[in-house]
């Protein structure tokens, strides 16, 4: 069974849950999932603003596949996943984007690293830019 928790980037620079979920209504499962995606957010964010680039929107998802079919206390996760998706200015912010990601996922974030260390671990990540490009 598969757990799942996207959060988004606020103008406030912190980050809040999406599709209409509150932290109340997450399972301890989801719980970690959500604490994951919280610190590799933070991590990231923290990178970015090093470069001085403000992501005009980043979605982070966490999630995790279980090993029962059904949430139980017994169920433990057999592999996870981190998906980015941002959207920046331009495209020249794109590389940086990508550097601090791979930044924050391999080396950084210590939820991220403590999540290797309990089944494997992929991720993926969409960077668009608004910037126009003239022929």
Do not use: W
């Not at 799942?4 to 499962?29: E, Q, S």
């Not at 970690?32 to 980043?58: F, V």
């Not at 079919?69 to 590389?95: K, L, P, W």
């Not at 391999?106 to 290797?116: D, N, S, V």
Request: charged share 20%; net charge neutral.
């Amino acid at each position: 069974m598969k757990q799942k928790v996207t959060l988004c980037l606020t103008k406030d620079g912190t980050f809040t849950l999406t599709a209409d979920r509150n932290i109340n209504d997450l399972n301890p499962k989801e719980l970690l999932l959500c604490s994951a995606a919280e610190c590799a957010g933070l991590t990231l964010y923290g990178i970015l603003q090093k470069e001085h680039i403000r992501p005009l929107k980043l979605e982070i998802t966490v999630a995790g596949e279980l090993n029962t079919d059904t949430v139980m206390g017994r169920s433990v996760f057999t592999s996870f996943h981190v998906g980015y998706n941002v959207e920046c200015r331009a495209i020249s912010e794109q590389a940086k984007i990508g550097r601090a990601i791979n930044l924050a996922t391999e080396k950084y974030c210590g939820l991220i690293q403590m999540l290797r260390q309990i089944a494997p671990l992929s991720h993926e990540v969409s960077i668009m830019s608004v910037e126009t490009v003239e022929a």
